[in-house]
């Protein structure tokens, strides 16, 4: 339990720049009489939800290596009722802190179901090999201010309320039912550029402030006096009488050299797109550029989201295996080993270019994977079934008795 609540505040740190909560908040530096806007750019925000998008903004394919069209099918539907966003929350979470975990149970209607969670809210206990062992969930019911927690084990779930145990039940699972999602505190995109972001904030920060006192500018008056009741018509009238000649009345303001803040904020801001190998999706491109093109300037943050999809992988390859275990138990046999999973990036495709290259491969590649790498199939098995019916339908009309038009 120590181990959680010693490294409970810098998570929740990271949960909190992802929304918008930054550090200049709270230790922006206040000045009486002066504006004291607090101006927050949200680019660790901005960053993962883009690699979200770019990741998982298709979903992820099945295919069988054996040709097995039962196997696809029996995982369609058994997580059919699985949220279609599932993937992205996983992806998500793995982001903000680093590490996510997916708990497995069966729901009320006996359903194989799945719980993603973080490190702000539990804790795993491994072994050598990075196994789970043990998994700890902390969380609060409503309207009752006790801290529950959880323990899964291999064979059974403890319920824990205020450090006393309250319940033990069984579960059906041969080993402790949790999946370790990660990429490491190191890759995460708060980790990469907070200082940075807090900088630009600073800036930004400033800037807006110093405009905002410009409304609130010094009124010099030369050669003449304003007493208090002058200032006060002045305020509600706008018109100010000024005796004699020599008399003079202007702003004094202070002069902003517009080139150095701007150059300041974009080296912050480029600094942070290299750090994370993202493109400047505002910077203005050529009309005619080609999807090629478009792919090329995206090479660095294919590399990038790799990585978090190669992490979110190892964890489906766990939920299938969890998956199998529980419809084992209903005599349906299937081996996760049998599955290859299709990563499907939402970038732009050259849908032309890609039928070419197909077509050109005709005869050498299997149709399930040919149309694998068709961007809008989600189910090439699916897809196939669908081609065969057809066919089959067509080879059962008769033409003869079909009259002519």
Known sequence: MADYHSHNFYF???????????????????????????????????????????SFGNPVSYISKSGDNDIVNAIDYNLYHWQTTHNQELCRQLEIFGTAYELYFINEDGLFSGRILNPSNSIVYTDTDCVPQIFIHFYKLKYDDAEYYDIYYDDRIEVYRAGTKIETKKHIFSRCPVSICSIGVEQTIF???????????????????IISDYRNA??????????????????????????????NVSWLIKNIDSTYIDAMLKEIRDSMYSVTNH??????????????????????????????FDAVCDTIFDRLKFLFEYLNLKNKLFDWKDITISFNPNIPQDLTMIAQVLTQLDGKLSLETALGQVPFVENPANEIAKIKKERAELETIDLDKINAV
């Open 12 to 54: 929740q740190k990271m949960n909190d720049y992802y929304e918008g909560k930054h550090d200049i908040c709270s230790s922006y530096s206040y000045e009486e009489y002066r504006a004291n806007h607090k101006s927050v750019v949200n680019y660790v925000n901005k960053f993962i939800e883009e690699e979200i998008a770019y």
């Open 191 to 209: 980790n990469k550029i907070k200082s940075l972001n807090d900088a630009y904030n600073l800036i930004v920060s400033d800037q807006v402030n």
């Open 279 to 308: 493109v400047d999706s505002n910077e203005r491109l050529q009309s005619n550029i080609s999807s090629l093109a478009l792919r090329s300037r995206l090479v660095f943050l294919e590399q990038r989201c790799k990585t978090v």
């Open 218 to 247: 010094y009124l010099t008056v030369t050669g003449a006096t304003l007493d208090d009741e002058t200032a006060d018509k002045l305020k509600t009238k706008g018109i100010l009488n000024i005796p004699g000649e020599k008399a």
